[in-house]
Nanobody, 114 residues
Framework: QVRLVESGGGLVQPGGSLRLSCTTS????????MRWYRQAPGKEREFVAM????????NYADSVKGRFTISRDNAKNTLYLQMNSLKPEDTAVYYC???????WGQGTQVTVSS
């Protein structure tokens, strides 16, 4: 059974930082390209970042480039998203997902507000 459990969200002031985690089980994490998505209230879910299985290639949405860093620990079956210089428009529920499959976790809420 595939499980994706996001954590690390919370309330942070503009300019602050958060580190999200996605703990996985039930599939070959170390062989899987992984992605982060987010969904803001009233908006469609959007791509945030991706990382290949080995971590050798990463890609980001233009809106987060230079501020967010995706990484992974294959020994722990865990995906991360380091978010710096947060803006109010980063407020959303953040989800992790493995590429090519339609498995989603419950997400973790990130709220950027003063």
């Amino acid at each position: 059974q595939v499980r994706l459990v996001e954590s690390g969200g919370g309330l942070v002031q503009p300019g602050g930082s958060l580190r999200l985690s996605c703990t996985t089980s039930g599939f070959a994490f170390s062989a899987s390209t992984m992605r982060w998505y987010r969904q803001a209230p009233g908006k469609e879910r959007e791509f945030v970042a991706m990382i290949t299985a080995s971590g050798g290639f990463r890609n980001y949405a233009d809106s987060v480039k230079g501020r967010f860093t995706i990484s992974r620990d294959n020994a722990k079956n865990t995906l991360y998203l380091q978010m710096n210089s947060l803006k109010p428009e980063d407020t959303a529920v953040y989800y992790c997902k493995r590429a090519l499959y339609d498995d989603w976790g419950q997400g973790t809420q990130v709220t950027v507000s003063s």
